[in-house]
């Protein structure tokens, strides 16, 4: 893929705002053009949150999407608001355990991944954005898994990096669900 044009989407407190930075991050480490551009409500947690993440071979005219060639999304709500952005042949990814349904449309490639029970099952639901991550890196190859592993070390603070090889094992459920 030469240009992911990606909205992330879902409540507050699931990770929403930093999968994206994750990915813009790793994209940056890999020598791409990247953007980041979170949203939220004012009350956080719980709240919705988005963000949208470009990552090109190119310079990015603006962070701002109109359209997205992938969609990521970790509740219902989201589905509904961003499904129609996605560009005919783009993708879906959601989070199966959280979002009964599924897209309406017919021109998009969609993958469900129970994210939420994963994590839960590893013993820590915060995973579940890195499981979805991991999906969203073996359907589309825009950043490798070093990368992102190397991003974890630079984003995360020092005190959670006792946190990485489990979330690599969550990184590499997603990928091979």
């Not at 699931?14 to 813009?24: D, E, V, Y």
């Not at 980041?36 to 919705?48: A, D, I, K």
């Not at 969609?71 to 996605?86: D, I, T």
Request: glycine residues 10%; contains cysteine; negative net charge.
């Amino acid at each position: 893929m030469k240009q992911l044009e990606l909205i992330i989407a879902g409540f507050g407190g699931q990770g929403i705002l930093s999968a994206g930075r994750l990915l813009a991050y790793a994209g940056m480490l890999e020598g791409k053009y990247v953007s980041w551009l979170p949203s939220y409500g004012p009350e956080m947690r719980g709240g919705t949150a988005n963000c949208a993440v470009v990552i090109s071979e190119e310079p990015v005219g603006s962070p701002i999407l109109d359209t997205a060639n992938v969609l990521v999304v970790m509740n219902g709500p989201s589905l509904e608001k961003f499904e129609k952005l996605v560009e005919p042949n783009g993708l879906i990814i959601s989070d199966s355990s959280l979002v009964d349904a599924k897209p309406k449309r017919t021109d998009i490639d969609f993958a469900g991944v129970p994210a939420s029970q994963l994590a839960s099952d590893m013993g820590n639901l915060t995973y579940a954005n890195i499981i979805i991550l991991g999906k969203l890196l073996e359907k589309t190859g825009i950043v490798s898994k070093e990368s992102f592993e190397l991003a974890l070390k630079k984003v995360l603070p020092a005190k959670k990096h006792h946190m990485i090889p489990e979330e690599m094992k969550a990184l590499d459920m997603g990928c091979n669900y």
